[in-house]
Nanobody, 123 residues
C-alpha cells in the first residue's frame, strides 16, 4: 500500500486545516491509521490514531478537543480535522498504516508511511 498525505499549508493561529491521507489499495479498510508529526529538531510524535472500523480513536493530550480523526473506507482515506491551530502545531505531519488494524500510539507499530505534509501556524 502507498499513502499520499495532503492538505497542509500556512495558516494563522486559530485557523483550521483538514489533512487527508489516501491509500492506494482497497485493503485500506483492514488497516489502522495514525497521524504523527515531527517538528525541526524533535522526534516524531503521535498525534492521533483510529482502528480499522473506527471504534477506537486516540489523541495526544496536546491536541485533544481540537483535532478529530476520521476515516472513509469507501474512499480509502483518513482525515485529520485540525481546529484552533497553535504555533506549536507547526510540523511535518505524516500518516501511517498499521496492518494489524488495532491501532497504536507508537510509530514503531506502523508498517507504511506517507511522505508528509507541512503544517505551519503563524502567531
Amino acid at each position: 500500500v502507498q499513502l499520499q498525505a495532503s492538505g497542509g499549508g500556512l495558516v494563522q493561529a486559530g485557523d483550521s486545516l483538514r489533512l487527508s491521507c489516501a491509500a492506494s489499495q482497497h485493503t485500506f479498510s483492514n488497516y489502522a491509521m495514525g497521524w504523527f508529526r515531527q517538528a525541526p529538531g524533535k522526534e516524531r510524535e503521535f498525534v492521533s490514531g483510529i482502528n480499522w472500523r473506527g471504534s477506537w480513536t486516540d489523541y495526544a493530550d496536546s491536541v485533544k478537543g481540537r483535532f478529530t480523526i476520521s476515516r472513509d473506507n469507501a474512499k480509502s482515506t483518513v482525515y485529520l480535522q485540525m481546529n484552533s491551530l497553535k504555533p506549536e502545531d507547526t510540523a511535518v505531519y505524516y500518516c501511517g498504516a498499521e496492518v494489524r488494524g488495532v491501532g497504536s500510539v507508537y510509530a514503531s507499530d506502523y508498517d507504511v508511511w506517507g511522505q508528509g505534509t507541512q503544517v505551519t501556524v503563524s502567531s
